[in-house]
């Protein structure tokens, strides 16, 4: 089971042993109403000031107890649809929800109470997968690489790249003898996400219809793409307000989404260069590859075949809940879930905390 963006909850079922067995399961989202997700942008915009990974003031306690709650609902929704028994589950990993991620200053949290959810469930729960690598000095994202790679056993070009287009995009390098590089790459949906908030009172662009009947602002993209962030070599992570986006605050709304939707596509296209050979296949994860605007982009942009998960024989939408599922294995297992190339950890570690019912 994964954790959340801010549309939903995605549920997924896979048995695996860790490493390269992987049998995937059933999968379902179940989206958030909107007092959820208004509650979730209010603890957002409340953790900007954390500066301790257990502090929740204000709301953030009510947020964590609520998005805990709905988890728990989620996973016991998801068994009685599909005929799973919660009895032979094994383990559950949880994702919770990111509401500051700031490895600079060795600080990331995940709202999500673990020992709460094992306890309804009656489960054991492994979180917080991302702590220990960030107290060792990594990023702490991304985490999914070594599912990527269990994944990506099944294609044949090389090197190929999993591009995962959530709030942040990141990206898998998969090279030709299996060596794997990971980064943070840009801004995925997030601001996107947030622009339709505030112009349109809508979680996202759907079908990426205003951007589509907007023109990209080459000013203000370009001051967008000024970040060092892109040269910077990999590992690297965000966090979904890593960029100042005001400069398309003037611009109409179907010619702000349309250069945000740019910006995410030129900062996919931009990691090509810090990787040691250029993908030949890009294989794009995550709620993004469902914008036709977005993917029209990325493919002009790249120049080389670029794929949806489900064009693979994948499915986009549960892939990072089936990652969390099977780094909660690994974590059970002492297998380690970040390693130099992905996180910039000091070796490759384990980690999660595990919470028995």
């Not at 200053?105 to 709460?116: D, E, I, N, S, Y």
């Not at 023109?215 to 966090?239: H, I, Y």
């Not at 879930?337 to 028995?356: C, D, E, K, N």
């Amino acid at each position: 089971m994964s954790g959340t963006s801010l549309d939903g909850i995605d549920v997924a079922m896979v048995t695996t042993d860790g490493e390269d067995m992987v049998q995937r399961g059933p999968a379902a989202t179940y989206p958030y109403d909107e007092s959820q997700q208004a509650l979730l942008r209010q603890a957002l915009e409340e953790a900007k000031a954390l500066e301790a990974r257990e502090a929740r003031p204000g709301i953030l306690a009510e947020a964590e107890r609520e998005l805990t709650r709905g988890h728990a609902e989620a996973v016991e929704r998801f068994a009685a649809e599909t005929g799973v028994a919660l009895a032979e589950v094994d383990v559950i990993g949880f994702h919770g929800q990111t509401v500051i991620h700031r490895p600079e200053h060795r600080l990331t949290v995940q709202l999500g109470l673990g020992q709460a959810l094992a306890s309804r469930l009656g489960r054991p729960v492994v979180y917080d997968m991302r702590a220990a690598d960030v107290a060792a000095g990594g990023q702490g994202a991304p985490l999914v690489p070594a599912y990527h790679r269990a994944l990506a056993s099944g294609l044949q070009e090389r090197p190929a790249a999993l591009v995962n287009i959530g709030g942040v995009a990141n990206m898998t390098w998969i090279g030709r003898d299996g060596t794997l590089v990971a980064f943070d790459i840009g801004p995925g949906n997030a601001l996107l996400n947030d622009w339709c908030a505030r112009h349109l009172g809508v979680s996202m662009d759907r079908d990426g219809a205003l951007a589509a009947r907007g023109r990209v602002n080459e000013n203000a993209l370009g001051q967008l793409l000024k970040s060092n962030f892109f040269t910077t070599p990999a590992p690297k992570s965000l966090d979904r307000n890593a960029f100042d986006a005001t400069c398309v605050d003037a611009l109409s709304a179907e010619d702000g989404a349309a250069t945000l939707t740019r910006f995410t596509a030129e900062a996919i296209a931009r990691a090509a260069a810090i990787v040691p050979e250029a993908p030949s296949l890009y294989v794009i994860c995550g709620g993004g590859r469902l914008n036709p605007t977005l993917m029209r982009d990325v493919r002009n942009l790249l120049q080389v075949p670029v794929k949806s998960a489900e064009d693979v024989g994948l499915n986009g939408d549960s892939m990072e809940a089936e990652a969390w599922a099977y780094l909660a294995v690994r974590c059970l297992r002492g297998l380690p879930i970040t390693f130099p190339g992905t996180t910039g950890a000091p070796q490759p570690l384990s980690g999660g905390v595990v919470a028995a019912p």
